[in-house]
């Protein structure tokens, strides 16, 4: 799979850009504050309908505009694609498939699939489960686009069952009776344990499948530092089969997995009542990094920390890979962070991909061995040099 082209307008920065790739590597130089993160942000977002920067869409629209649009021609197998999203907050945003409008713009996703590793991604070691919860379903997705109908639909069930749960602890704190509360709230109980089975089912498979990968690049760039684990830690994990979540064990079970959460929610009816919140769920699950017999976050040095997150990325990129679908792999401004070894590493593994596409302030750097096309960002322009 490799991008053939990327057209911008009015997205961040960029009134407009046109940029023309091929297999290889590309590297898009320029000072910060040109905008070359804003292109490869635009190139996640076709692959992600995210941003790996900020949450919400208004950002990315260029200052006193309505809109931004993205475009961009994806080849894979000898087939090539063009998609085009059109980013409008506030509204629905739209999309279209070889310039003929879908449904729901999730329904671009899969055409284009790229792994991403930026200087945000130390958040994926250092900050709250919410960064690490949010890179399993992002993966999730990118390995089976239907699995981002699942996580709306359970982040949509969420939110009506804390908003009932909400209003039922404000009338038992103002000692009101509310039987109908509660007996919608035995309705949403099902429907949480049916969309969050089938999330959780799907992460814990994920992470049995992304474990090895992710201790296998760790050893890689960090050969003198204790192994690496990625291990799913889930709320109801006691009344789980030993097995799921773990690499070399058997699938988990959807109607295992939602019979597990309901009897949850019965345990912890009471304290939910009483706090107003969903406390069962995925939503409230850890992946843990694990660096010999400690955790990764607070323990792991600033080279540790650096290289975990680096193996979650070449991790990921790996497991794409050995499933068939090899992605396109985005490297933005990531070599100055590296040490030499590293940087090494990941040039090694840069290399042996379809398509790679690199940031950087300082040409020297991006290793020598990735010595294919440059791009200068200046001024408002990238232009090929």
């Known amino acids: ?104 713009p999730r329904d671009v996703l899969g055409i284009l699939r790229t792994v991403l590793f930026a200087p945000e991604d130390l958040a994926l070691v250092r900050g709250d489960p919410g960064e690490r919860r949010r890179f399993l379903d992002d993966l999730l997705v990118l390995r089976a686009p239907r699995y981002a109908g699942v996580r709306s ?86 009344s789980l089969p030993a097995g799921y979540g773990v690499p070399g064990g058997e699938s988990a079970d959807i109607e295992v997995v939602a019979d597990a959460l309901l009897a949850e929610m019965v345990t912890r009816r009471e304290a939910e009542l009483d706090r107003g919140v969903s406390l069962v769920g995925p939503h409230r699950d850890e992946l843990e990094l694990i660096l010999g017999e400690v955790p990764a976050k607070g323990y792991a040095s600033h080279g540790e920390s650096w290289s975990v997150a680096l193996a979650l990325r070449l991790g990921s990129y790996e497991l794409l890979r050995a499933e068939g679908s090899e992605p396109v792999l985005v490297l933005d401004d990531v070599f100055a962070e590296l040490d030499r070894r590293r940087r090494q590493r990941l040039a090694e593994v840069a290399l042996g991909a379809e398509q790679v596409l690199v940031t950087a302030a300082v040409e020297e750097d991006v290793p020598s061995e990735l010595a294919g096309t440059r791009y200068l960002v200046a001024d408002g322009e990238v232009r090929r040099v």
């Open 1 to 104: 799979m490799h991008l053939r082209h990327l057209q911008v307008a009015d997205f961040r920065s960029w009134e407009h850009a046109d940029l023309e790739l091929a297999p290889g590597a590309a590297v898009l130089v320029g000072a910060n504050g040109q905008g070359k993160t804003n292109l490869v942000e635009a190139i996640g977002y076709v692959a992600t309908l995210g941003s790996h920067r900020v949450a919400a869409d208004a950002p990315l629209v260029r200052h006193g505009q309505d809109r931004a649009i993205v475009r961009c021609a994806v080849v894979n197998e000898g087939r090539e694609l063009t998609v085009e999203l059109e980013i409008t907050p506030g509204k629905a945003n739209r999309a279209r498939i070889n310039r003929g409008p879908v449904p729901r």
């Open 153 to 238: 639909d359970y982040e949509k069930v969420l939110r009506q069952r804390n908003a009932l749960l909400k209003s039922a602890a404000t009338n038992r704190r103002a000692r009101r009776a509310d039987p109908d509360a509660l007996a919608t709230l035995d309705v949403w109980d099902g429907h949480l344990a049916t969309q969050g089975a089938l999330l959780l089912a799907a992460r814990l498979d994920l992470v049995a499948a992304l474990a090895p990968h992710v201790a296998a690049a760790y050893a890689g760039v960090a050969p003198e530092s204790q192994p690496a684990q990625a291990v799913y830690r889930a709320k109801i994990a006691d």
